[in-house]
């Protein structure tokens, strides 16, 4: 089992910052990919950005290529999310997930609680 546990939301004017962070605990030495969804009321959830845990490569949804950026500390055993010049549009509960498979389209094993990121106009 692999426990997640997002912190960090809160609320922003856009144009704002704010950093997610995700800390992980547990069986965690199986975890090969970590990555960043969120839920916006109404819609669907949305992969934002993922990182393999050993070598540190990337991936981010075309819609915040740019203003966020993913990394990790492996020695924390956690996973931050950057997020710069945010818009209303953002507005979201963000969830951490974490997997073994480094298949692209492979689904995540486990997911924290979420937090919730408000952007005002």
């Known amino acids: 089992q692999v426990q997640l546990v997002e912190t960090g939301g809160g609320l922003v004017q856009s144009g704002g910052s704010l950093r997610l962070s995700c800390a992980a605990s547990g069986t965690i030495w199986n975890t090969n990919v970590m990555g960043w969804f969120r839920q916006a009321p109404g819609k669907e959830r949305e992969s934002v950005a993922a990182?393999?845990?050993?070598?540190?490569?990337?991936g981010y949804a075309d819609s915040v290529k740019g203003r966020f950026t993913i990394s990790r500390d492996t020695a924390k055993n956690t996973v931050y999310l950057q997020m710069n010049s945010l818009k209303p549009e953002d507005t979201a509960v963000y969830y951490c997930?974490?997997?073994?498979?480094?298949?692209?389209?492979?689904?995540?094993?486990?997911w924290g609680q979420g937090t919730q990121v408000t952007v005002s106009s």
């Open positions: 997930a974490s997997k073994t498979s480094i298949r692209i389209g492979a689904p995540y094993d486990y």
């Open positions: 990182i393999t845990w050993s070598g540190g490569g990337t």
